[in-house]
Nanobody
Framework: QVQLVESGGGLVQAGGSLRLSCAASGRTFSIDVMGWFRQGPGRDREFVARVSRSGGSTVYADSVKGRFTISRDNAKNTVYLQMNSLKPEDTAVYYC?????????????WGQGTQVTVSP
């Protein structure tokens, strides 16, 4: 099994930056794609970004494109989300997720989430 633990959330003013981290442990060799999702107040959980196993391919939601950058360090079993030019509508609980080599199309491993609050 794989465990994911997020960190780096907090309170920031609009226009500011935060970097989220997600550390994986356990059967890390089985991890394939890693990604970030978020759930804002009264909203459904939504996709934010994902990065391939090698780190060479990334995909972003339109709402964060050009402002957020996802990356991963496989030597540290960690994925990052650099968030710049933050807006109040980015306020949400941010979740790290992973797929595995045996189930590459299923986000079946999730972290506990970290709160990001952007004040106007």
């Amino acid at each position: 099994q794989v465990q994911l633990v997020e960190s780096g959330g907090g309170l920031v003013q609009a226009g500011g930056s935060l970097r989220l981290s997600c550390a994986a442990s356990g059967r890390t060799f089985s991890i394939d794609v890693m990604g970030w999702f978020r759930q804002g107040p009264g909203r459904d959980r939504e996709f934010v970004a994902r990065v391939s196993r090698s780190g060479g391919s990334t995909v972003y939601a339109d709402s964060v494109k050009g402002r957020f950058t996802i990356s991963r360090d496989n030597a540290k079993n960690t994925v990052y989300l650099q968030m710049n030019s933050l807006k109040p509508e980015d306020t949400a609980v941010y979740y790290c997720a992973a797929t595995t080599l045996t189930a590459p199309n299923s986000w079946d491993t999730w972290g506990q989430g970290t709160q990001v609050t952007v004040s106007p």
